[in-house]
């Protein structure tokens, strides 16, 4: 492989982050397309978004463990190999999506509950999730999709993929709530939709490109090492969403609606714009660190983190500034509540704080993931993301400190969190772990 440069960090970094950005709008959209049916949607949504995150972790068992193997095939060239990658890879993804959306079909009220949802938002949100297992298979084989292509660094297509499927999105979105009078349901409606054309066409360029024979379907050892490598991302995304549902129901659901339907414009609406941002230049970087080491050349894999350190720092100092002083204007498109606005610029101003640090813990994970050494990231994520339920409920909701002593527990659990995987990334097992 050639020596990597600022320019090819960049050609193939920003594509994925604007394919990061593009898919997280999703949320955004159906944040924002809801908004006319009443702040009881809005915190349906919001409460959502946490669910759809943890089935995202299921799913990325399968996308994320064959990353660093599709990666080091490339690198090394073995396209034999990369082939049953990915032939295994999306028999896992269709026989996992398959069992979860069964399961989501039945379980949803339980799983509403489980929230503290009630009333008309436990309804809401009900329905929506039922619509979801009903119409979100194509959610399933999205992320193996884009994987694939990230990993041999054809960031652009994903781009034009997502770019697709957004553009569906926002057309779908209005069409389905309030012409076909669907409401809620409309926002699951348009999502699969939207999404199936995107994943159809790039089925189409994948099997055109790689040519994955019958027998590349058929599970082997490959299935169990991209479950070996994805499991500890796996598990590590659903806790974050498990806290999420527990915070929720512990500290954030028991200050009412108006800081629930807050948190769903903060998360959705802010942070689903700038960490899609530094995930996707992290996605970058992970494809070129397994591609490098795949080809034995571990001293342009360090270089491409020096290279990217810098741009992180700039972006999470940018996406600070954002927070604070757009908090209002940014939150006002999303509510004309006044209370919900109050608590959504609470929220923004806080996490503000956090945001550099945030940037630094993608750019840790990317190097982790991209060379396959994925288990420091559960060590240093899980127990500092569980650690944000009991210190939110004590100062939150014991000592009444409310809806900002949540958020400034969050802010401090990040700090440890990135200090720590950039503490495996420092002591570098990183580059000889064999996967």
Not at 158 to 176: D, E, H, K, R
Not at 271 to 276: D, L, Q, R, S
Request: hydrophobic share 55%; aromatic share 12%.
């Amino acid at each position: 492989m050639k020596p990597v440069s600022l320019k090819n960090l960049l050609l193939l970094a920003i594509p994925a982050a604007v394919s990061v950005l593009l898919n997280n709008a999703f949320k955004v959209i159906d944040q924002y397309s809801v908004q006319w049916l009443g702040k009881y949607a809005q915190a349906a949504i919001g409460s959502c978004t946490f669910i759809l995150l943890a089935l995202f972790a299921i799913y990325s068992v399968v996308s994320s463990g064959s990353g660093p193997l599709i990666a080091r095939a490339t690198g090394s060239g073995n396209h034999e190999e990369r082939r049953r990658i990915i032939g295994n890879a999306l028999f896992g993804a269709a026989l996992i999506g398959a069992l979860v959306l069964t399961m989501l079909a039945f379980l949803a009220p339980t799983i509403c509950d489980g929230l503290g949802l009630r009333g008309e938002v436990h309804a809401l949100a009900v329905e929506y999730l039922q619509w979801l297992a009903v119409m979100g298979f194509p959610l399933v084989l999205a992320p193996v999709i884009d994987t694939v292509f990230i990993a041999v660094g054809r960031t652009a297509l994903v781009m034009g993929l997502q770019f697709v499927a957004t553009v569906l999105n926002i057309l779908l979105n209005p069409f389905f709530i309030y012409t076909l009078d669907f409401g809620i349901a409309g926002a699951a409606m348009a999502t699969g939709i939207s999404r199936g054309i995107s994943v159809v066409i790039g089925l189409w360029f994948l099997l055109r490109q790689f040519r994955p024979a019958g027998r590349d379907f058929w599970p082997d050892s490959s299935l169990r090492r991209i479950i070996r490598i994805g499991l500890p991302l796996s598990w590590g995304i659903a806790l974050y969403a498990l806290v999420y549902w527990a915070l929720l129901r512990y500290t954030i659901s028991p200050l009412g609606p108006t800081v629930n339907a807050a948190l769903g414009i903060g998360y959705s609406a802010l942070e689903g714009f700038t960490w899609p941002i530094f995930w996707g230049i992290s996605m970058g970087v992970a494809s070129l660190i397994g591609r490098y080491i795949g080809a034995g050349q571990v001293d342009q894999a360090r270089r491409t983190i020096r290279l990217a350190f810098p741009l992180m720092t700039l972006l999470g100092i940018a996406a600070g500034c954002i927070f604070w002083f757009g908090a209002e204007p940014l939150c006002r498109l999303f509510t004309d509540d006044p209370g919900v606005l109050e608590q959504a610029v609470l929220y923004a101003r806080i996490l503000a704080f956090s945001q550099l640090l945030v940037a630094y813990e993608c750019l840790a994970e990317a190097v982790l993931e991209g060379s396959g050494d994925t288990r420091p990231i559960l060590f240093w994520s899980a127990p500092w993301n569980i650690a944000r339920i009991p210190f939110s409920w004590y100062f939150g909701i014991y000592l009444e400190m409310g809806p900002a002593a949540i958020w400034w527990v969050i802010n401090v659990t990040t700090l440890v969190k990135a200090a720590g995987k950039w503490s495996a990334v420092i002591r570098g097992n990183w580059q000889s772990i064999r996967i």
